[in-house]
């Protein structure tokens, strides 16, 4: 038996993209390097150094043997340390690495940060041919800068002294990371790198080919085309300065009050949904008709949805004045459409239409998949012909304050990760999209678009809110573990095989440890059976693809202490800073319904100072099922939401509404929870009046059996089941105003205090 050639890899991306390595040591179990690695840090940036211990294997991949993970916090100043890393407290092997931090010299890096990313200094380079040899045909040039916005571009060298590009190929990269440009030269099979100074132009002669290279800095502060913070954007805070004016006037009519309320006085009410398809999309535009023959829609504030809910809510923005209107004229085309015939979606024509949009999407820029198609097949089930809108065209329908704020909901997933173990909330409303955890936003023109540590580089047309919707409510993102989960209740059983076994070891000696310091961690990859399980499991069908504007950025050193990120910390690489920040080129976007089917986290935001929330429920599965899972998640999370205390006959019969609150916890809101039940609607087609014989059919819904016309995957009613629907939703509202008016006036007491 041979003994073992060993080498060390070094990985630090937060100063460098390239990894590094030592020699290798062949044929000794007890191996010495020697060897001296340089690296420039960041200090306000999380740097947590990699170190993996392989075998070397020139016919298999290399043995892997020991992966330390060192956060370089905990390193003192001007003094060396030596550090021993063992695999488990029990192991004889171990890693001995001498470490040295000092101050670095030279001009200081201005930064930008919210306290959770960090937005460092770019640079751009720009190459360009000035002059070459005559070429008899066209030859290709590569140039590659690993870890820049552009990575590889070529250029080529055409005949009669023709470059294309014409003008300069230019890259974009972080200033500090000492890059290398790479230049694959034509018929040349190997690379040629060069490296430059920052501070230096730099002219190289190659082959008789003249580049000359100039180097410019991007500023932090001045240039970020994103929004950088987790307080609400300007346009949303002068909406809610209009928005309040409504609500005063309405709350003031329908509680008969003397005098107006003054600012402070006036609740924040927000409606939010779940999904459910066609179901919920009829039904919430019954609780609107509903809530506006009780004059309570001009009390809302904000209204979330996922799923089918934003189909109705894309459809209403559609007309900037539409809740200050009789709703019948929404609700009969929302009919119309729901009870037409659907078969034309499949027509030879409809998929040459599809084939054209999806080919000019691409052309754009974007990455098309078959959440794309299915945003197509949404558009012609909604519509009778194509649908032009976006959802920064919203904005009319807000000029005034006249409409609720409209919120749209998805998760962000990883590939590799269950949506239990990687979820990240994203917000979409008419002025911007963001995610909740790392509080960057984007306006929401630009969504789509191709950014670079907060610079936008490439603009792309804005997406038709067709595509958008095809993401919020995908029933093609699904995957073999939810499944699994759904139907066996066992999904823990299968986290040994879909997650990374990381433990957490002390350093020898070890080092004292701050609050914001991540203590050293040893990673154990998966064998080849776990890695095929994983992949299995894990895999979706599909998922809407959009590029990452989240490219580029780090995690600030002290992002595990911040409030805002703590608030929204629930996946199994919130402590990997280099995993959790190697951002993919594209964000991958699912219904937020396959982790908790409802809207609520983008109202739970302590900006957003929400007083009541309507909790509407079209799901169609359990309705208390979801709202568990809800206050579960928030418990954990410690985001305040009223204790759920529903007894097991209420389970078993509920109860067309019921009222939720918690006075003795600071910022919860009170919650009233509606869920689509056929309760007293059975005998009573309005509140207080009686059905006859001849009605009593009218109040027969199946919203449960397997056979029910309102399941999740149907996608046409009759005009019979649709108005049944529709008018229970309706009810269901109407026959508790007067709970929904005891939360109001809970909640404008409160206000007053």
Not at 42 to 52: A, D, F, P, R, Y
Not at 204 to 230: E, H, P, T, W
Not at 610 to 624: K, Q
Not at 630 to 650: G, H, N, R, V
């Amino acid at each position: 038996v041979t003994q073992a050639d060993c080498y060390v890899s070094l990985w630090l991306p937060t100063a460098t993209c390239e990894k590094s390595r030592t020699k290798t040591v062949r044929n000794s179990n007890n191996p010495v390097w020697n060897e001296t690695f340089y690296f420039r840090i960041q200090s306000q940036v999380k740097n947590v150094l990699e170190l993996t211990v392989y075998d070397e294997d020139f016919a298999t991949p290399d043995d892997h043997l020991l992966c330390a993970l060192f956060d370089t916090a905990k390193l003192p100043i001007d003094r060396t340390v030596i550090l021993y890393f063992k695999p488990s407290p029990k192991a004889k092997e171990e890693l001995e690495v001498e470490f040295k931090l000092e101050a670095a010299s030279g001009p200081y890096e201005a930064i930008a940060t919210n306290g959770v990313l960090v937005c460092r200094e770019l640079c751009c380079l720009e190459v360009e041919v000035a002059e070459k040899m005559q070429q008899k045909s066209k030859k290709e040039l590569s140039l590659t800068v690993k870890g820049s916005f552009e990575g590889t571009q070529d250029i080529t060298l055409g005949p009669n002294g023709v470059a294309s590009p014409s003008g300069p190929t230019k890259f974009h990269y972080i200033k500090y990371t000492e890059p290398t440009l790479d230049v694959m030269l034509p018929k040349k099979r190997h690379y040629h790198p060069v490296c430059w100074s920052p501070t230096i132009d730099i002219g190289v002669l190659i082959s008789k080919i003249c580049a000359c290279f100039y180097l410019s800095n991007c500023s932090c502060n001045q240039d970020l085309d994103m929004r950088f913070g987790f307080d609400l954007c300007s346009e949303e805070t002068a909406f809610l300065v209009k928005r309040k004016r409504y609500v005063a006037s309405a709350l003031k009519n329908v509680f008969h009050l003397q005098q107006d309320l003054h600012d402070r006085e006036v609740p924040v009410v927000a409606i939010i949904t779940t999904g459910g398809g066609l179901k919920s999309m009829t039904g919430l535009y019954g609780s609107l008709m509903g809530l506006k023959k009780l004059n309570l829609l001009d009390c809302v504030t904000y209204i979330s949805g996922l799923s089918g809910t934003t189909w109705t809510m894309a459809n209403l923005y559609r007309d900037a004045y539409w809740s200050q209107k009789d709703l019948e004229s929404h609700i009969g085309e929302a009919q119309k459409q729901a009870t037409k015939c659907k078969m034309g979606c499949f027509s030879m024509d409809r998929m040459k239409y599809y084939n054209k949009q999806l080919c000019q999407r691409k052309e754009e820029g974007y990455r098309t998949s078959f959440i794309d198609l299915w945003g197509l097949m949404i558009e012609y089930l909604l519509n009778d012909g194509k649908d032009p809108q976006k959802l920064s065209e919203q904005r009319e329908a807000l000029c005034d304050g006249q409409n609720p704020l409209p919120i749209y909901v998805s998760v962000s997933v990883r590939d590799g990760y269950s949506t239990n173990d990687f979820k990240e909330w994203v917000e979409f409303t008419p002025y911007e999209v963001g995610l909740l955890k790392y509080g960057v936003f984007v306006r929401t023109e630009h969504f789509g678009s191709e950014f670079f540590m907060g610079r936008l580089l490439k603009k792309l047309p804005e997406s038709r809110i067709c595509y958008l919707q095809g993401m919020w409510s995908s029933i093609f993102s699904v995957n073999l573990l939810q499944i699994w989960g759904l139907s066996h209740s066992s999904e823990d059983f299968w986290k040994r095989w879909t997650q990374d076994r990381i433990e957490e070891v002390d350093e020898d000696p070890v080092l004292p440890t701050r609050p914001h310091e991540l203590r050293t961690r040893m990673y154990t990859p998966p064998g080849h059976l776990s890695s095929t399980l994983r992949g299995a499991l894990t895999d979706r069908f599909s998922v809407a693809q959009h590029h990452n504007f989240l490219k580029g950025y780090q995690l600030h050193n002290n992002y595990l202490e911040n409030e805002h990120f703590h608030r929204w910390k629930d996946t199994v690489l919130d402590s990997c800073p280099n995993q959790l920040m190697q951002n993919p080129d594209h964000l991958g976007m699912i219904d937020a319904g396959f982790f908790i089917n409802t809207s609520s986290p983008p109202l739970l935001r302590p900006q957003r100072e929400v007083d009541v929330i309507i909790y509407l429920s079209y799901t169609t599965g359990s309705h208390t099922s979801t709202l568990d899972k809800a206050y579960k998640y928030y418990t954990e999370q410690k985001i305040p939401f009223p204790k759920i205390s529903l007894t097991d006959e209420d389970k078993k019969n509920l109860k067309e509404c019921y009222l939720f609150e918690d006075s003795d916890l600071p910022g919860c809101p009170i919650v009233i929870f509606l869920p689509l039940v056929n309760d007293t609607f059975r005998e009573y087609k309005a509140p207080g009046v009686k059905r006859c014989c001849s009605e009593m059919e009218e109040g027969q819904l199946d919203l449960t059996s397997r056979f029910s016309p309102y399941c999740m995957f149907s996608v046409r009613y009759t005009d019979e089941n649709y108005r049944r629907l529709l008018n229970l939703s309706e009810y269901n509202i109407l026959n508790n105003s007067q709970m929904i008016m005891q939360a109001l006036e809970i909640a404008m007491q409160r206000r007053r205090q």
